[in-house]
């Protein structure tokens, strides 16, 4: 596929996967470098940008998000904006107002969450590479239901500005491709301090030292409830990675089983709050009854235009802040955050990574996620929220396929600032897969 191509099929190809919400509708590449696609909730100012949810059809944001805007000075050329669960609330971005993308594996299976357009965009077009973003494992999760490469960097690492905030303490921003190599080199160009995000941290600058992964641990609470085809392909991998030298050790993390509750108090804390700006005024849909009074108005607005998952993280994120109640709650999910992070650095002391499956189970059927319950849908994310409220950046690289034929991700997290073990890791990994790409066609 020529970037010529992947261009003039664009539509066709977007109608049969749905991973775009906004499209170019350039047929010329121009002197583009490479062609490059954005989960929606990164503006664009040649697109609208809706992250996912109806409350913001129509916004056309006059400014590009930090990343977008380095990707493109480095040559890029953003052809589609991806679509996502609202607001990033999802494991499989079918708590979407806009469009529900489609695993390219089986049209019938959902792309994972919530960055779930990216990962598909990323497995169906050449040589092709997406920005996500991950606040509770939206890159890694999506990644591994695609069979494809993802990095969720170091909190702080590439600049928010411009991004749509779910939580902006666990929000990070990152890259998605079929090429393990693309990690290392797009995150590079997307990284560094920046003026207008205080969060994006004076940070030690990426060396390639050639380091390679010599240990991992295995949290024994890391492979409780996988799927037999996660269980299967999951140990399988394990041994490979013996055979490449690297050493092996099971271990106790005990924290890991609280940090999933934990996560869902910070990230609805947060997000309730980041919500209280859509009232139908300054972005987006604005219709309505304009002679109301301010809280009739913002009511039949939010009612209308934010889906059911939104409504749910406004209520439960309300409460676990309210007076009385934020001691039990957020303050608490706060400890437990400490101790993950604890947790983590024990582990880092004795081995370079810790490894598990990315997800228990692989990209399920839409028929079967609409008979699982929101509690359901949280649980699911287990493995992947643990290095997201560390903060720690973690990678998922596509480990093995299931009976079924679809892919099976494991995901190695690594210390603050220590990607580069894991794009070497992904990279000596990557040589020995035999990837099974998915037959694409418009
Ligand atoms: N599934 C998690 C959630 O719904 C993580 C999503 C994300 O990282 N945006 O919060």
Redesign the pocket.
């Known amino acids: 596929m020529t970037m010529r191509s992947i261009l003039s099929g664009l539509k066709e190809t977007n109608a049969k996967y749905r991973m775009f919400h906004a499209m170019t509708e350039d047929s010329d590449p121009g002197d583009a470098k490479f062609l490059f696609s954005a989960k929606d909730n990164l503006t664009s100012a040649d697109m609208e940008t809706c992250s996912g949810s109806k409350i913001l059809v129509g916004y056309r944001p006059p400014f590009d998000a930090e990343s977008i805007a380095k990707m493109r000075a480095a040559g890029g050329k953003l052809i589609g904006k991806c679509n996502m669960?609202e607001f990033?609330?999802?494991?499989f971005s079918t708590n979407s107002g806009l469009e529900i993308p489609r695993n390219p594996y089986d049209l019938e299976r959902a792309c994972g969450?919530?960055?779930g357009g990216s990962a598909c965009a990323a497995a169906v077009f050449e040589g092709h590479v997406s920005l996500g973003?991950?606040?509770?494992?939206?890159?890694c999760?999506p990644a591994s239901f695609c069979g494809v490469y993802g990095i969720a960097p170091t909190y702080g690492r590439v600049s928010r500005y411009g991004l749509i905030d779910?939580g902006n303490s666990?929000d990070k921003i990152g890259v998605i491709s079929a090429d393990a190599k693309d990690l290392r080199k797009y995150t590079h160009i997307i990284a560094g301090k920046d003026a207008k995000d205080p969060t994006s941290c004076a940070q030690p600058e990426f060396k390639d030292t050639g380091r390679k992964l010599k240990s991992v641990a295995i949290p024994k609470e890391g492979v409780e409830g996988l799927s037999k085809d996660v269980e299967k392909a999951f140990f399988e991998a394990v041994e490979r990675l013996r055979s490449m030298g690297v050493d092996v050790e099971s271990i106790d993390m005990p924290s890991l089983k609280y940090a999933m509750p934990a996560?869902?108090v910070l990230?609805t804390s947060e997000a309730s709050t980041n919500l209280a700006r859509y009232v139908g005024m300054r972005y987006g849909q604005q219709e309505g009854d304009h002679s109301l009074k301010f809280d009739d108005y913002f009511s039949y607005f939010r009612s209308k235009y934010f889906g059911d998952e939104a409504k749910r993280r406004i209520l439960l994120g309300t409460y676990t802040r309210m007076a009385g109640f934020r001691d039990r709650y957020y303050a608490k999910a706060l400890k437990v955050r400490q101790v993950v992070i604890k947790d983590y650095k024990r582990a880092f002391e004795t081995h370079d990574a810790v490894l598990a499956p990315t997800m228990p189970f692989s990209a399920p059927r839409f028929d079967d996620i609409s008979g699982m319950s929101a509690l359901d849908?949280?649980k699911?994310?287990y493995l992947?929220?643990p290095a997201?409220i560390a903060g720690t950046p973690h990678i998922s690289v596509p480990c093995g396929y299931g009976s079924d034929g679809m892919p099976i991700g494991m995901q190695f997290v690594a210390d603050h600032w220590d990607e580069e073990v894991l794009f070497d890791a992904a990279e000596e990994w990557e040589k020995g897969f035999e990837m099974r790409k998915p037959e694409v066609g418009a």
Do not use: P, R
Request: aromatic share 18%.
């Open positions: 669960d990033g609330f999802g494991t969450g919530s960055s973003v991950s606040t509770g494992g939206s890159i999760c779910y666990l996560y869902y990230a849908s949280y699911a994310d992947t929220v997201n």
